[in-house]
C-alpha cells in the first residue's frame, strides 16, 4: 500500500513536540547559516517544540557546534547536539561491561565518548580490545585501520559511527567513514555489529534517550519528527524507524528526487526550508477522475505517461505530484525523469504564510 503526504493543518511545531533536525543543508551550510533556519527555530520554539540537531559527523565536538549555531542567535545547550560519536559510544556501552577496553579510531570527540560512557580507551590490539569503535578524521592513518582490522580478526566487535561513502570537502568531495569502513571489512570479511549514523534510526532513538534526562519524559515517536536535506539518510533513517518526517530543498533533495523516490526513502512532508516548521501543510487528495490536488494546485497523468501540473512554482503541486508518482510508480509503471514537471521552487523563499 502506497504511503502518502500527510496533512498537518496546523504546523508541524504544534503537531509534534521534539524536532530532529540535521545539520548541513538544513541549518547551515558550512560556515553559513541556511536562510530563515534561525528565525524558525526561534519560531517553533516559542510554540512548545523542542529542537535537537543530529549529525552524522564524528570528529566535531558537541560544544563546538554549538558555538557554531549560538553564532547565528540560536539558544542551544551542548547536549542537543548529537553526533555520530555520542552515539557510537553509547551503543558499544550497552553492548560490553563497564570498564571495557575499546580500540577507538577517530577524532578525539570520539575518544572522550568512549570514556565519557565508562569504558576505556585504547589503540593497539595488543591491548586486547573487547570492542571497536571506528569514525574519522583527516588525518586518519593506515596504521590505525589495521590496528581495527587485527582486532576484528581476533574477535572484537565491530561498531562504526556512519557508513557515509562521501564527505563534501573544500577541494571536492572525498573518501567518508563509510569508504574506511569497507577497507576494513574487505580485510576482514566482518561487517560491523551497528552503525550510529543515519540512515540507521539509532541516531533519532538515542536523540529522544538524551532529550529525557533531568527530568524530561521521554517523547513518543508519534511526537516527534525527523527533519533533514537527504532522502537517503535523514529521510530513511525516519521511516527504519518509524518516524515520521520532513524533507527540505535547502541541501541535496530536490523536485526529481522527491517524485521517483522509491517507498523507503518518502517523507511524511515537504517543505522549501525550515520556514515549514510554522505553517500548515495541506493533505493531498486524490479525486474521483485519478487527478491528485494539493489546495488549489492539481497533478493529473497524462495519456502519453507523463505528469502536469497546473503550477510548476507551486510547493503544493510538487506535493500532488509526488503522490501521483508514488501511486503510478507503485501500480507497476516506470518513471522517468522526463515524465516530471520542471519544477522552479525557490528554496530560499519563506513558505507564504511564514513572511
Request: proline share 6%; net charge negative.
Amino acid at each position: 500500500m502506497t504511503r502518502f503526504l500527510k496533512g498537518i493543518p496546523e504546523s508541524p511545531a504544534a503537531a509534534y513536540q521534539l524536532a530532529l533536525l540535521d545539520l548541513d543543508g538544513v541549518v547551515y551550510r558550512g560556515k553559513n547559516p541556511v536562510p530563515h533556519a534561525a528565525e524558525a527555530i526561534h519560531r517553533a520554539e516559542r510554540t512548545g517544540m523542542t529542537i535537537e540537531y543530529t549529525t552524522n559527523n564524528s570528529s566535531r565536538f558537541q560544544h563546538v557546534v554549538a558555538d557554531q549555531l549560538r553564532g547565528f542567535g540560536l539558544d542551544v545547550e551542548d547536549w542537543q547536539v548529537i553526533t555520530s560519536s555520542v552515539v557510537a559510544a553509547r551503543m558499544v556501552a550497552r553492548h560490553v561491561p563497564q570498564g571495557s577496553r575499546v580500540l577507538t579510531i577517530g577524532a578525539p570527540h570520539l575518544v572522550e565518548e568512549v570514556r565519557r560512557n565508562g569504558l576505556t580507551p585504547v589503540t593497539n590490539v595488543d591491548d586486547d580490545p573487547h570492542a571497536v569503535i571506528q569514525g574519522w578524521y583527516p588525518d586518519m592513518p593506515w596504521t590505525e585501520l589495521a590496528q581495527a582490522a587485527y582486532a576484528v580478526e581476533r574477535g572484537a566487535a565491530y561498531f562504526v559511527t556512519n557508513r557515509d561513502l562521501s564527505i563534501p570537502r573544500e577541494q571536492g568531495i572525498a573518501p567518508g567513514c563509510g569508504s574506511l569502513v569497507n577497507a576494513v571489512i574487505a580485510a576482514t570479511g566482518v561487517q560491523p555489529v551497528g552503525s550510529a549514523g543515519k540512515p540507521e534510526s539509532a541516531m533519532y532513538d538515542e536523540a529522544r534517550m538524551l532529550n529525557a534526562g533531568e527530568g524530561r519524559d521521554l517523547v513518543p515517536k508519534e511526537a516527534s519528527i525527523a527533519i533533514g536535506d537527504r532522502l537517503d539518510t535523514d529521510i530513511e533513517a525516519g521511516n527504519r524507524g518509524g518516524y515520521d518526517s520532513m524533507v527540505v530543498l535547502t541541501g541535496v533533495a530536490d523536485p526529481v528526487q522527491l517524485m521517483l523516490a522509491e517507498p523507503h526513502l518518502r517523507p511524511t512532508a515537504i517543505a522549501r526550508n525550515l520556514t515549514g516548521l510554522n505553517v500548515a501543510h495541506p493533505q493531498p487528495a486524490r479525486e474521483a477522475d485519478g487527478v491528485w490536488t494539493c489546495g488549489t494546485a492539481r497533478a493529473r497523468l497524462e495519456t502519453d505517461g507523463t505528469i502536469a501540473v497546473n503550477d510548476e512554482t507551486s510547493l503544493d503541486a510538487l506535493r500532488a505530484a509526488c503522490c501521483l508518482a508514488w501511486q503510478t510508480a507503485d501500480d507497476g509503471t516506470t518513471l522517468t525523469e522526463d515524465d516530471l514537471p520542471r519544477f522552479i521552487i525557490d528554496p530560499a523563499e519563506p513558505d507564504a504564510d511564514a513572511r
